[in-house]
């Protein structure tokens, strides 16, 4: 009897978790923009002083870009191989920013946790530096209690010369999200409160603190509008909004109008759109839809660090530099492996810069002999002689330009602590276990 008990019992379950999943539908948000006019759109630039500089605490911010910290990927090479192009646009389009106490963008270094770094841990440590001319030093850090986090601001701050500090609410990994960190902790109001007010405590005023976050954990359970009001009334200096929910991943489209909708509830700080900035147009499309102050630029750089060129230039109001063809392709990505080598000082940190070169080469016909060899480059001998084997001339078919690299999944149900989605605005306190040892990923 108690056997046939069991059975009935396990069989009822089964059907209800094959109704679930069934019933499980992520829908992804769609931004209305139609994408069947992009090639069209194409030349578009910003009209004579459409658009003004974001105040992000002292950093006068312009052209209105921000390089996402993304780990594995924003260290000290790329940092300066980035700003290099902004750089050259800007001497390109004789921008008056180069002359004016503006910041010519803001590119942050990869996210180290707060934890990590007050317990020595060297590789966060080895993430946390700076290359020796880099202004403003701007740095994402990771938490989920107040207080290692208040602590971790006051060394940046003291240690490493900090000048800007992002929060990470905003990552989607379930190795994160299972514990209450990352994308999934502004639920939980009350204790996403204490971690802002303990982390401007901590900043003294002496340098902007800035929050990167997503929509919510998914379509039901939003939470960017709380969030934002709560960070702008204890006084963060900016907002980063990454118009897709953890649900999401990285698929389907960023909503580029929750964009919008977080602009008007949060009226006195300002507001960065993340989300779909493949090309330099994307940027335009994005502020003129959404009224953002300003753009983060995640994967669209991957492989495309020139982006940041074509960014100032039509932020200027002029054309974009054409992509470049594969042989200036290959010079760049020479460059910056030779950066990789110098910072880390062997070249057995080339292994790090595989991913890299595979980026760079995405949309190019190559062949798979390539493609084998650049996985395998473990000097810059080698990566020269693959190089070498390029065809120059070859350029990148146009409707390559938009093709994803690095993140590509989603979308995915959301793994969190058990009852998480309970209770909202009740107090709560994270196990150890959120709190992340790891940095940069």
């Known amino acids: 009897m108690f056997q046939q008990r069991l059975s009935l019992v396990i069989k009822v379950l089964i059907l209800k978790i094959e109704q679930e999943e069934k019933n499980f539908d992520p829908k992804p948000f769609i931004f209305t923009y139609n994408v069947n006019k992009v090639n069209e759109d194409r030349n578009l630039t910003a009209r004579d002083r459409e658009f003004n500089s974001p105040q992000i605490g002292p950093i006068d911010l312009w052209p209105p870009v921000i390089l996402a910290p993304m780990a594995g990927v924003t260290d000290v090479p790329f940092r300066d191989l980035c700003r290099s192009f902004m750089r050259e646009g800007l001497e390109k389009t004789q921008s008056e920013c ?25 590789k966060t440590l080895k993430l946390a530096e700076f290359g020796y001319e880099e202004s403003p030093r701007s740095i994402q850090l990771y938490g989920t209690e107040p207080e290692s986090l208040q602590a971790a601001v006051k060394e940046l701050v003291q240690l490493q010369k900090v000048e800007h500090i992002d929060l990470n609410f905003g990552c989607p990994v379930p190795k994160v999200t299972k514990h209450g960190g990352g994308g999934a902790l502004p639920y939980k109001r009350p204790l996403f409160r204490r971690i802002i007010r303990s982390v401007v405590n901590a900043a003294e005023g002496e340098i902007p603190i800035t929050v990167k976050f997503r929509m919510g954990i998914d379509d039901s359970h939003l939470t960017y509008l709380d969030a934002g009001k709560i960070a702008e009334d204890e006084g963060i200096s900016a907002l980063a909004l990454h118009a897709r929910t ?85 010079k760049i990505m020479y460059e910056h492996a030779e950066g990789v080598v110098n910072w880390h000082g062997s070249e057995t940190a080339l292994r790090t810069f595989r991913k890299h070169a595979s980026w760079y080469l995405t949309g190019f016909s190559v062949g798979k002999e390539i493609r084998r060899d650049i996985h395998r480059i473990s000097t810059l001998d080698e990566l020269a002689e693959i190089i070498s084997r390029f065809e120059a001339n070859q350029p990148l078919p146009q409707d390559a330009y938009r093709i994803p690299r690095s993140h590509k999944g989603g979308p995915k149900r959301v793994s969190l602590p058990e009852g998480w989605l309970e209770e909202p605005f009740s107090d709560f306190a994270l196990s150890k276990d959120a709190e992340q040892v790891t940095s940069g990923g």
């Open 98 to 122: 180069l002359m004016l106490n503006s910041t010519p963008g803001l590119f942050v270094n990869q996210m180290i946790t707060a934890r990590a770094f007050l317990e020595r841990n060297r």
């Open 246 to 330: 953890v649900e999401q991943l990285y698929s389907g489209q960023a909503n580029w109008n929750a964009i919008s909708t977080l602009k008007e509830h949060v009226e006195s700080i300002p507001i960065f759109g993340n989300g779909d900035i493949w090309e330099p147009h994307d940027a335009i499309r994005m502020m003129r839809c959404s009224n953002a102050d300003g753009v983060v630029i995640g994967r669209g750089c991957l492989g495309r660090p020139w982006l940041f060129k074509q960014l100032a230039e039509v932020f200027s109001g002029q054309k974009p530099s054409p992509f470049p063809l594969l042989g200036e392709v290959g």
